[in-house]
């Protein structure tokens, strides 16, 4: 999983797969009651009356998905230095969401912060509908984590969407929408259990506002993060980082950015200033590649810089 999406997810009834191929099964999840922190999985390694469950820190998790969870051992590890989980409480496919002390439905996943442990979204399974509660929801966690009390709020219930039906939907309102369909292979869509990343790059700030506007109305997102950078505020940081450091202030070096490809052009004295304009282009978070089209040598005549389009401009990566 890329660092940017930095959330798993515990199926219960997903395939745990050990380094060195399938072991068992994952069954549930130990939360912490104070801070609603999953600190392990419940992995029942081989099937049947003769299977045994262990205890498996979320830490040694490197990806997971709704069929399956990628363990980070081998699966004699898991049998010989996991912890058993003997009588511990954990929630499970049978722990059931109330709501003022009424059932909803059965917990079906969590998701998490890879980091922190920290719980994300529950998924419930009411009925034949399935529906996705934040854990910022959560009122109280029965001593046997049988029961997950929420609170009274009919808001906090969503309709739940797979990830992958979820980001189509979302690709899909993007892409009925034509001035964003030049942009659209620059960004990445991610979905976990109704929480959605959006990263990459698009032309234009009115484009990014125009993508979120466009997103707000679609059942099944409990909580968009629009991390889409554009070029117009990519080229203005830049040059602001370029004019703030001593070595390139007041040099005559333009800004362009297309979908995050930046370049840089002008003048520069000598060869180590190109470089160090670049290295600093390159340091701007958000700058996918950096180009240097920098002409060094003394300057004798300054024309109008030209982005990528080869038309004058006054306004770097308008």
């Known amino acids: 999983m890329s660092d940017t999406f930095k959330v798993m997810k515990l199926s219960f009834g997903a395939t745990a797969n050990a380094l ?20 392990h999985a419940v992995v029942l390694l081989g099937g049947g009356p003769a299977g045994v469950q262990v205890l498996v820190p979320v830490g040694l998790f490197t990806d997971t998905t709704t069929e399956s969870a990628e363990i980070s051992v081998t699966r004699e590890a898991l049998l010989q230095t996991m912890t058993k989980a003997g009588s511990a409480p954990y929630i499970s496919a049978s722990a059931r969401a109330t709501k003022k002390g009424a059932v909803i439905g059965n917990v079906v996943h969590i998701s998490f912060a890879a980091d922190t442990g920290a719980a994300n979204n529950i998924v419930i399974k009411s009925g034949n509908a399935l529906m996705v509660a934040p854990s910022s929801g959560i009122v109280s966690i029965s001593d046997n984590a049988k029961t997950i009390e929420f609170a009274d709020t009919d808001a906090l219930f969503i309709p739940y969407l797979p990830d992958t039906d979820l980001q189509d939907t979302i690709y899909n309102a993007l892409y009925n929408y034509p001035r964003l369909r030049i942009d659209l292979h620059s960004v990445q869509i991610r979905a976990i259990d109704g929480e959605v990343w959006l990263t990459g790059f698009v032309s234009s700030t009115l484009n990014r506002k125009i993508i979120e506007k466009l997103l707000t109305p679609i059942q099944g997102i409990s909580e968009l993060h629009n991390d889409i950078v554009d070029d117009t505020d990519l080229s203005i940081t830049i040059a602001r980082a370029l004019s703030q450091d001593s070595r390139t202030r007041g040099k005559m070096i333009g800004v362009y950015s297309n979908l995050g490809n930046v370049l840089l052009r002008g003048y520069a004295q000598d060869e180590s200033i190109a470089q160090v304009a670049l290295q600093i282009a390159g340091g701007v978070s958000g700058s996918a590649k950096v180009v240097n089209q920098m002409v060094v040598g003394e300057q004798t005549y300054i024309p109008m810089l030209a982005p990528v389009t080869n038309h004058e401009d006054i306004t770097p990566g308008e």
Do not use: L, P, Q
Request: charge should be negative; hydrophobic fraction near 40%; charged fraction near 25%.
């Open 20 to 39: 060195d191929g399938e072991a068992g099964e994952i069954i549930g999840a130990v939360m912490e009651v104070g801070s609603h922190k999953i600190t």
